[in-house]
């Protein structure tokens, strides 16, 4: 069963905005079972949806389209599509209603404007939108069941989880099946040696790889054989996989690294604390976007100035002027005074040079210190000397740094 991914949006032909919405349809369609051959852009354009509409939907069992159901002048998904359709706009009521309704809520009045975001084509089965003021809609095109959702990345995950993925489901015949791991430490050449020849192990079992900094993502998929089911197949080279990688692999799907470590935490019933400067509360942020994260994470210390190194985390003036603020006598004693204020298990301290500028001979951009402080063993810390930008040099502190309470908590 093929599908195809149509974004729709002036925004996204210019390059003003990046169409992190396709990646994510294809993906969840993937899982379906459904093999998606195409990703198509165009403008919003009437002209260019409909040629769009009828190429891909001549040519597919699923269209999943994204956009231009907004309330400006330069949203015409829907009109092009009642085009396509041979059809009129026709007014849903309920759509109406729940759009005033949401509109009173804030203490705003419903315009013209906005009551047009609930106009789709006649016959279309509407697919409300419980997080938004625009509905979606489902309709066939010849013999493509095409399904049309809001732009805005929240509201089309919700509308596609809630409506989108049991329709098709319910119809579709799994033949295939993928399980992505998530990896952090090593970098793709490194993975991709340490699985060779595993696909001619297994013959019909593909591997991909993915990277997105600073992680690899190794896709295992396979199809139906008439000898062993998808499930089967993936899950006895996911498994391969995971010996072969070890504690690189942390994870599968949507899960984060953040939560990883959170999951060490809870499940040994320890607490953390972090003190920051480099990374300026990077690492905090990735801990707390994980939901109960309270139950571990105790505090984060911002210190981005000598000054506050001092006076919040107690680092002495003689290690500041003795060894500088990027140093492992200074990493220590943040990690050892940010464990002290809240008498945390564990304690995790990141100092260093993200540049572009501040680096020297002695010290370049990228140089950063990491210390564990514990109330079971002696502070220690580690070096290490990071490349990349200032968003990649951060970023892999901060990993890194996630990386050093794991390892420790699962000790």
Known sequence: MTAAVLSIGTELTRG???NTNAAWISDQLTALGCEVTEHVTVPDDPEAIRGALDVLSGRNAYLVSTGGLGPTSDDVTAVSVASAAGVELERHLASLEAIRERYAAAGRELTDANARQADIPRGADVLPNPVGTAPGFALDLGRCRSFFLPGVPSEMKRMFSDRVRPLVASTIERKVHQIRLRTFGLPESVVAA?????EAEHPGVCLGYRATFPEIEVKVWARTDGTASAEERVAEVAREVRRRLGEIVYGEGDDTYAAYVGRELRARRMTLALAESCTGGLISSMITDVPGSSDYLLLDAVTYSNASKSK???????????????????????????????????????????GPGGGTEDKPVGTVWIALASREAPTVTEHYALFGDRHQIRTRAAYLALRTVARAASR
């Open 16 to 18: 003003e905005l990046v």
């Open 312 to 354: 919040l985390l107690g680092v002495s003036g003689e290690v500041l002027r003795g060894y500088g603020a990027v140093s492992s006598e200074c990493a220590g004693a943040m990690a050892d005074g940010a464990r002290r204020l809240v008498d945390a298990d564990l304690a995790v301290s990141v100092t260093g040079i993200a």
């Open 194 to 198: 340490k699985l060779e020849g595993l």
